[in-house]
């Protein structure tokens, strides 16, 4: 077997004395990211308003051996959003991964849409991960360093009766790209996952005839796990990632939209 070079045993992705922030951890794809966050040596502010889920997520983080506190901000709130992140900072230490997860859906198509069905799904999807990293982003500078990691979707390429999420996670994009130029001078990077159909319990309610017609639009001809998602976050989140930004990564099994 051919020795592995120098450079090749380096590539461990630890983030051991790293403290981050997960919003919307209370299950699903934010709960896969905060496991294995921890278990790549981080500690995690696990941020959910559902205070049942957070507090599970974060038991969860501890059980497996990890360093995890809950916490129940509503991020569309600038001034929960301030107290939550200097609160991390007292428990954990100063924040260096954020992950702007957190994420609502309420479809409809544009005749039938509310007001508030549009206000609520940009209110949280967008301008709570904007809150989000107005936050955090000073002390990152003054330490001239830092990892922001945004979840859009697939859907920000467009899907039928979506258009206030589709908005959103377009919005997430938009904010990764010229955040990207904003902060690089900084020594902070950051970067988006557009996830394609995971394995969740939203989808998981999808009937066995939707589920099947959505596989066939997939080239990899299966459905998306968390810990797909979470792979993603822990390489963006680690030193291998330094010389990567403003990128928008499909974990989508190789379709395009959704």
Same mark, same amino acid.
């Given at each position: 077997?051919?020795?592995?070079?120098?450079?090749?045993?380096?590539?461990?992705?630890?983030?051991?004395?790293?403290?981050?922030?997960?919003?919307?951890?209370?299950?699903?794809?934010?709960?896969?990211?905060?496991?294995?966050?921890?278990?790549?040596?981080?500690?995690?502010?696990?941020?959910?308003?559902?205070?049942?889920?957070?507090?599970?997520?974060?038991?969860?983080?501890?059980?497996?051996?990890?360093?995890?506190?809950?916490?129940?901000?509503?991020?569309?709130?600038?001034?929960?959003?301030?107290?939550?992140?200097?609160?991390?900072?007292?428990?954990?230490?100063?924040?260096? $991964?954020?992950?702007?997860?957190?994420?609502? /859906?309420?479809?409809?198509? !544009?005749?039938?849409? +509310? @007001?508030? %069905?549009?206000?609520?799904?940009?209110?949280?999807?967008?301008?709570?991960?904007?809150?989000?990293?107005?936050?955090?982003?000073?002390?990152?500078?003054?330490?001239?360093?830092?990892?922001?990691?945004?979840?859009?979707?697939?859907?920000?390429?467009?899907?039928?009766?979506?258009?206030?999420?589709?908005?959103?996670?377009?919005?997430?994009?938009?904010?990764?790209?010229?955040?990207?130029?904003?902060?690089?001078?900084?020594?902070?990077?950051?970067?988006?996952?557009?996830?394609?159909?995971?394995?969740?319990?939203?989808?998981?309610?999808?009937?066995?005839? $939707?589920?099947?017609?959505?596989?066939?639009? /997939?080239?990899?001809?299966? !459905?998306?796990?968390? +810990? @797909?998602? %979470?792979?993603?976050?822990?390489?963006?989140?680690?030193?291998?990632?330094?010389?990567?930004?403003?990128?928008?990564?499909?974990?989508?099994?190789?379709?395009?939209?959704?």
């Amino acid at each position: 077997m051919a020795r592995a070079s120098a450079w090749e045993s380096k590539m461990t992705f630890l983030l051991n004395g790293k403290s981050a922030i997960v919003t919307g951890a209370g299950g699903g794809i934010g709960r896969g990211i905060a496991l294995a966050l921890a278990k790549a040596g981080a500690s995690v502010l696990v941020n959910d308003i559902d205070q049942e889920e957070a507090a599970r997520t974060a038991c969860m983080v501890r059980q497996a051996g990890g360093k995890a506190e809950e916490n129940f901000a509503d991020i569309t709130d600038a001034e929960q959003v301030g107290i939550m992140v200097s609160e991390a900072a007292e428990r954990l230490g100063m924040i260096d $991964i954020l992950v702007n997860n957190a994420g609502i /859906i309420q479809d409809s198509l !544009i005749q039938k849409m +509310r @007001d508030e %069905a549009w206000d609520d799904v940009l209110r949280l999807n967008l301008t709570g991960a904007f809150y989000c990293t107005r936050a955090v982003v000073p002390s990152m500078i003054t330490r001239n360093c830092g990892r922001i990691i945004n979840i859009s979707s697939m859907s920000y390429l467009g899907n039928v009766g979506q258009v206030n999420y589709c908005a959103s996670k377009a919005g997430i994009v938009g904010m990764t790209r010229a955040l990207g130029l904003e902060l690089a001078p900084k020594g902070i990077t950051v970067n988006c996952i557009a996830p394609g159909l995971i394995n969740t319990p939203k989808t998981q309610e999808f009937s066995a005839e $939707i589920r099947e017609r959505l596989l066939k639009r /997939i080239p990899l001809r299966a !459905i998306g796990e968390p +810990r @797909d998602i %979470a792979a993603a976050v822990v390489f963006f989140a680690s030193d291998e990632a330094r010389y990567i930004t403003r990128q928008v990564l499909h974990v989508s099994g190789g379709v395009e939209g959704m």
